[in-house]
């Protein structure tokens, strides 16, 4: 089997830390498998290298930033490869250039367009373990690029695409995916399996286990994920196309995010294209909306209200101030006091049952649901902020306790 | 005119000497220079690295331990790089690869093979300040080397040859080449020019302005060096072919090396051929040796006696006691209390009176010569190394002080 592995920063912050995910990697290769492993800079080194940036030039250019911060990578890929090397193993490092990762040249945030396969192979068939430099890249123009967050799940999932790997595997700090936040509630339990679009939903609504980025490329190329934990030896959670246990389970997980607030535009003149008016000034500020109600008021007129990430509040504010004469309304308020608790599960709207599960659970516990949105895989409403982590449990005890 | 300056890594340690250097560039640049930067890694950065491998590894590969090394120079780029775009310059760093800096496989040590100038060029005309990474390469295989001690002004050397730049800028924390050591002789002056044979007789007696390395390529491609502060704006010393002041004065300098041995072979048989075998065997042991002396004693047995660096006599001691009955001697003894002084001057096999000022100036102080040797452009002489200090100071006198 060709099984690409991946651990994050924490999992390779000191040398003992090495020494464990040494451990890890050598018994996959012992036991027979061709493996190519990503890694990320050791601990805190980005930060360290961004503040020593920050210290010389509070505003460099995001080309020379990423010159500076793909030093982490190949830093932590030399030392594991000493580790290995250390245990009698058959090893070589390799960076994005040496493989050929070509990205697009959004220093920072670049895309990767193509991975030349020609020197992983070459290593690969001398029977080494190949150590790469994960959240690096390089422009056509050979300068040096990086993925911005979760970069280095994106490479490891990229090379186990191009490799044709049986198996990505994506270690971290936790053991898995859950049904729930394991550290708000206690019943939670870890999936064995999920799909690739449950898993999209619940990394979009905080379970930082994936970037959904690297989920979605998953996806696409049909990677078979796995999500397991560097520090605990367990099955970790499967993420693939169709789960076998599809039928049993009718939701997979609920989630919360707290990162969320609602804006309310007050008294939107009751004229056809008023709406998209204000959708329109919205999304020109590069606002993204989630769910969206219009309620429609005795004196013909109308308030719309939406869901924004709660850092672009402001900015959406702000577009739609720009137009009010425009679009004409009377005043926009924000509430950022609000949670989106979701439920997820792709079995879900076949089973008409669901959400009026959910609406029994909050209803036992008095919470009051100000918006509701559905999809195919998910169930989400809007409530207070200071009611989630009840709601969650109230949702959780519902599904999974009884 | 193109420039090609270099600093080495205390002139990069922190964020006030990058911007102390950045102005020496900025002011070199804004003169209407084309500017190529060669820089080492920060500071005490190279050694952190190799107690961080040390920790993992004792014994790491030289792939990763370059792997992991020429992180250091693309770190002090990139921040060097920030440091100018701060002053509103127009800059760009670029690494071993991206230069198309191609070595030999010798790890650790490697040796500059070519350089592409296609992307150095592409960057001068688009009037951009080039910083590169020193004291790293790629091999044909695109992997990583390091060039070894002193591998950064090899870069900046070899950069001006390929790009015939007009000038190679050496910049170090002392402010040139100097007649003697200025912390121990007072009358120490900094010498305008220096021929490359007068300094490479400086470098190998310990004065470590330059490598011998970037000194023999300097002189290969006539490349005309200068060595001179970072940290003091005053012109350095220019090593060139004919230096215009060669006829005025007889020598250049006078330095001491105290990281010197004398091993003395007691009683060889005095037949054909033992010399000979005494030497073959210190040369296979991988010994440089230096100066030799045969004495014939009234028996028909002779003792040799010659000069070692101080770290490898017990090396040259071993392999010839190994032969000892091939060669047939009595014993061996080591002495490593003497210090080697010698005066340095391109016109001085010319001027016969230079030996006899050499000897008068030692004679005054009645310090007593074991050995002497004498070439082109140099005259040695072995003391013992209690008397080095002052033999130095007496030379000096003599010849820059009267």
């Given at each position: 089997m060709l099984i690409v592995q991946k651990f994050?920063?924490?999992?390779?912050?000191?040398?003992?830390?090495?020494?464990?995910?040494?451990?890890i990697i050598a018994e996959t290769f012992l036991e027979g498998n061709d493996v190519v492993v990503v890694l990320s800079a050791q601990g805190d080194t980005t930060d360290d290298l961004l503040a020593k940036a920050a210290e010389i030039n509070p505003a460099p250019s995001k080309r020379e930033l990423d010159m500076l911060l793909t030093t982490g990578e190949q830093q932590s890929i030399a030392l594991m490869a000493m580790c290995l090397e250390g245990m009698g193993l058959p090893v070589v490092s390799l960076t994005a250039w040496q493989i050929g990762l070509r990205t697009d040249a959004d220093y920072g945030a670049a895309r990767?367009?193509?991975?030349?396969?020609?020197?992983?192979?070459?290593?690969?068939?001398?029977?080494?373990?190949?150590?790469?430099?994960?959240?690096?890249?390089?422009?056509?123009?050979?300068?040096?690029?990086?993925?911005?967050?979760?970069?280095?799940?994106?490479?490891?999932?990229a090379l186990a695409a191009v490799l044709h790997a049986d198996r990505?595997?994506?270690?971290?700090?936790v053991e898995?995916?859950?049904t729930a936040d394991p550290r708000k509630v206690p019943g939670a339990r870890k999936l064995e399996e999920v799909t690739y679009d449950e898993m999209l939903e619940l990394a979009s609504m905080?379970?930082?286990?994936?970037?959904?980025?690297?989920?979605?490329?998953?996806?696409?190329?049909?990677?078979?994920?796995?999500?397991l934990s560097s520090l605990v030896r367990a099955p970790g959670t499967k993420v693939k196309e169709v789960p076998s246990s599809m039928e049993e389970m009718k939701i997979t997980g609920i989630a919360k995010d707290e990162h969320t607030a609602r804006l309310t535009v007050v008294r939107v003149a009751d004229k056809p294209g008023s709406a998209f008016k204000v959708m329109n000034a919205v999304s020109k500020a590069g606002v993204t909306v989630d769910m969206i109600i219009q309620a429609t008021g005795r004196d013909g007129e109308n308030d719309i209200s939406f869901v924004v990430p709660e850092?672009?509040?402001?900015?959406?504010?702000?577009m739609l101030m720009e137009r009010k004469k425009a679009i004409g309304f009377d005043h926009v308020s924000i509430?950022?006091?609000?949670?989106?608790?979701?439920?997820?599960?792709?079995?879900?709207?076949?089973?008409?049952?669901?959400?009026?599960?959910?609406?029994?659970a909050l209803n036992d516990e008095h919470i009051n649901i100000q918006m509701i949105s559905t999809s195919e895989i998910k169930i989400s409403c809007v409530i207070d902020a200071a009611s989630a982590d009840?709601?969650?449990?109230?949702?959780?005890?519902?599904?999974?306790?009884q």
């Amino acid at each position: 089997m060709l099984i690409v592995q991946k651990f994050g920063g924490s999992s390779v912050a000191d040398a003992k830390r090495i020494r464990n995910v040494a451990g890890i990697i050598a018994e996959t290769f012992l036991e027979g498998n061709d493996v190519v492993v990503v890694l990320s800079a050791q601990g805190d080194t980005t930060d360290d290298l961004l503040a020593k940036a920050a210290e010389i030039n509070p505003a460099p250019s995001k080309r020379e930033l990423d010159m500076l911060l793909t030093t982490g990578e190949q830093q932590s890929i030399a030392l594991m490869a000493m580790c290995l090397e250390g245990m009698g193993l058959p090893v070589v490092s390799l960076t994005a250039w040496q493989i050929g990762l070509r990205t697009d040249a959004d220093y920072g945030a670049a895309r990767i367009r193509r991975i030349a396969t020609e020197r992983l192979k070459r290593e690969l068939d001398k029977k080494r373990i190949v150590l790469v430099a994960g959240f690096q890249g390089i422009t056509r123009f050979d300068d040096y690029t990086t993925l911005g967050r979760g970069g280095s799940d994106t490479t490891a999932v990229a090379l186990a695409a191009v490799l044709h790997a049986d198996r990505c595997q994506i270690f971290t700090d936790v053991e898995g995916v859950y049904t729930a936040d394991p550290r708000k509630v206690p019943g939670a339990r870890k999936l064995e399996e999920v799909t690739y679009d449950e898993m999209l939903e619940l990394a979009s609504m905080g379970a930082q286990v994936l970037m959904n980025r690297s989920v979605q490329m998953a996806k696409r190329y049909g990677v078979e994920l796995e999500v397991l934990s560097s520090l605990v030896r367990a099955p970790g959670t499967k993420v693939k196309e169709v789960p076998s246990s599809m039928e049993e389970m009718k939701i997979t997980g609920i989630a919360k995010d707290e990162h969320t607030a609602r804006l309310t535009v007050v008294r939107v003149a009751d004229k056809p294209g008023s709406a998209f008016k204000v959708m329109n000034a919205v999304s020109k500020a590069g606002v993204t909306v989630d769910m969206i109600i219009q309620a429609t008021g005795r004196d013909g007129e109308n308030d719309i209200s939406f869901v924004v990430p709660e850092d672009q509040a402001e900015q959406a504010r702000d577009m739609l101030m720009e137009r009010k004469k425009a679009i004409g309304f009377d005043h926009v308020s924000i509430d950022k006091d609000i949670a989106k608790v979701s439920v997820i599960g792709a079995g879900m709207m076949s089973s008409a049952g669901i959400s009026s599960l959910v609406f029994e659970a909050l209803n036992d516990e008095h919470i009051n649901i100000q918006m509701i949105s559905t999809s195919e895989i998910k169930i989400s409403c809007v409530i207070d902020a200071a009611s989630a982590d009840r709601a969650v449990a109230a949702i959780h005890r519902k599904f999974f306790e009884q």
